[in-house]
């Protein structure tokens, strides 16, 4: 079946520091990958995605490359504000159009100013 | 800009209680989720519907039923709460492989 493994937590780390979160699955077939991200008392909200190979998915600094040849799609940022304090989740999904995804068990960043 | 609206955001019950979690949606999605999250473990799906009239089992349905009442709602039940059930409940809607989450249900099983 399909399953996402991601770096276990917590990390803390002083702003502006370089972030890498990193996140490795099993699937069959072609799976689309996705980071999404939790902030305090919030639902969780897509932070960004790649549906192939070598794409590339961005959003607010972050970036996260799908390696097919790794199976891995880590997460990363130049520099981190307090303000990406959150729970970050990996997933995939292989039902593309009526997606179960599964997720990976999160990270907990903390920044410190 | 409602999105996905869950109700209640807390509730304590008994062990043995039953209780239905809310959702609504308005973003006129097919799909609908109720996933549970605990340390740990990330997030689970309990139950799906793809479409009106149409629910399936997720990875750990025991101990729930679900009834997509409508398209914009898709309603969660407990009908004998047990302290294994405690958890935070998210719903969620998808739209072109995006999940749009509710800010989750806060349940606690004495």
């Known amino acids: 079946g399909n399953s996402v493994t991601q770096m276990e937590g917590p990390v803390t780390l002083s702003e502006e520091a370089f972030l890498t979160i990193n996140c490795t699955y099993t699937?069959?077939?072609?799976?689309?990958l996705f980071w999404y991200v939790q902030y305090p008392g919030e639902g969780l909200q897509l932070l960004l995605k790649a549906t192939k190979a070598d794409d590339k998915g961005s959003n607010k600094g972050f970036e996260a490359t799908y390696r097919k040849e790794t199976t891995s799609f880590h997460l990363e940022k130049g520099s981190v504000q307090v303000s990406d304090s959150a729970v970050y989740f990996c997933?995939?999904?292989?039902?593309?159009?009526?997606?179960?995804?599964?997720f990976g068990t999160g990270t907990r960043l903390t920044i410190i100013p | 800009n409602a999105g996905v609206t869950q109700t209640p955001k807390f509730q304590v019950l008994k062990t043995g209680q039953s209780m239905t979690l809310q959702c609504a949606q308005d973003m006129n999605h097919n799909s609908m989720y109720w996933y549970r999250q605990d340390p740990g473990m990330g997030l689970r799906l309990i139950y799906y519907s793809a479409s009106e009239g149409t629910t399936d089992k997720g990875e750990v349905p025991n101990g729930y039923n679900v009834s997509r009442l409508n398209k914009r709602e898709f309603s969660l039940r407990l009908e004998s709460a047990a302290p294994s059930q405690t958890s935070v409940y998210f719903c969620?809607?998808?739209?072109?492989?995006?999940?749009?989450f509710g800010e989750g249900s806060r349940l606690t099983v004495l």
């Open positions: 699937a069959t077939g072609y799976p689309s």
């Open positions: 997933a995939l999904s292989t039902n593309f159009g009526n997606e179960k995804l599964t």
């Open positions: 969620a809607s998808l739209r072109a492989g995006e999940l749009f």
